[in-house]
């Protein structure tokens, strides 16, 4: 092979040393729009989930975050759409929490309803174990959505390694995992300022992930 395309880091890790210099991390996903709408100062605090319900997507972490976060911003809600086996498992803990007020589930939206659902929140939590990639979380920051998400998989390439909303896993156990997602929804509940501009970067970020420009940059690399 002249070069080797891979979408995820963990992935790049497993191909032989050898290959290094020819492998590139590409995504394999795009988008084709950007929502132009600002952020409402006065929207209800939304954070919006999307995805199967399974158990590595992480949903029981984002929960278990959230419950936390209640307890400094009493007025936050979570939207969680999607459906999957791990659903009886979600709403147990839910009611052991005592936070079933505060959740609400959504059966899977036909994709123009979902965009509904992105114009209703003000932040995406993604805590998946181990998604090569995550279309929703690109839609979301279109959408001008900042998404949380853990150092796993592809989404930390969306969202960006340095950025602050990517939770480094390593050496910390769920508890210490869920205090920090906690911690920053805390911050963008708080912060309106700093959601608007979290909001702005996450849609010029989507920018790169445009079909248009990710062939491009494939082109670029070959």
């Known amino acids: 092979s002249h070069k080797i395309f891979v979408t995820t880091s963990e992935t790049f890790s497993k191909i032989p040393v050898k290959y290094h210099?020819?492998?590139?991390?590409?995504?394999?996903?795009?988008?084709?729009?950007?929502?132009?709408?600002?952020?409402?100062?006065?929207?209800?605090?939304?954070?919006?989930?999307?995805?199967?319900?399974?158990?590595?997507?992480?949903?029981?972490?984002?929960?278990?975050?959230?419950?936390?976060?209640?307890?400094?911003?009493?007025?936050?809600?979570?939207?969680?759409i999607g459906s999957g086996k791990f659903k009886k498992e979600l709403l147990l803990l839910i009611d052991t929490l005592g936070i079933s007020d505060?959740?609400?589930?959504?059966?899977?939206?036909?994709?123009?309803?979902?965009?509904?659902?992105?114009?209703?929140?003000?932040?995406?939590?993604?805590?998946?174990?181990?998604?090569?990639?995550?279309?929703?979380?690109?839609?979301?920051?279109?959408?001008?959505?900042?998404?949380?998400?853990?150092?796993?998989?592809?989404?930390?390439?969306?969202?960006?390694?340095?950025?602050?909303?990517?939770?480094?896993?390593?050496e910390k156990n769920l508890g210490q995992i869920t205090d920090e997602i906690a911690s920053l929804i805390h911050t963008y509940a708080t912060d309106i300022e700093h959601l608007k501009q979290e909001s702005a970067d996450a849609k010029v970020r989507s920018q790169q992930f445009q079909w248009a420009n990710i062939v491009a940059a494939v082109y670029d690399k070959i």
């Not at 949380?148 to 909303?165: A, E, Q, R, T």
């Open 21 to 80: 210099h020819k492998t590139k991390i590409a995504p394999a996903i795009g988008i084709s729009y950007t929502d132009s709408s600002e952020v409402e100062k006065h929207k209800p605090f939304t954070i919006l989930y999307a995805g199967q319900l399974l158990h590595w997507k992480g949903v029981h972490i984002g929960i278990e975050s959230f419950a936390k976060a209640l307890k400094n911003n009493s007025e936050l809600n979570f939207r969680i």
């Open 102 to 170: 505060k959740i609400t589930f959504i059966e899977k939206l036909p994709q123009q309803e979902l965009y509904n659902e992105y114009k209703k929140a003000l932040i995406f939590l993604f805590p998946s174990l181990h998604d090569s990639g995550g279309f929703v979380v690109i839609e979301a920051m279109a959408n001008g959505l900042p998404v949380i998400c853990l150092d796993k998989g592809g989404p930390p390439y969306f969202v960006g390694k340095d950025s602050k909303n990517v939770i480094a896993t390593r």
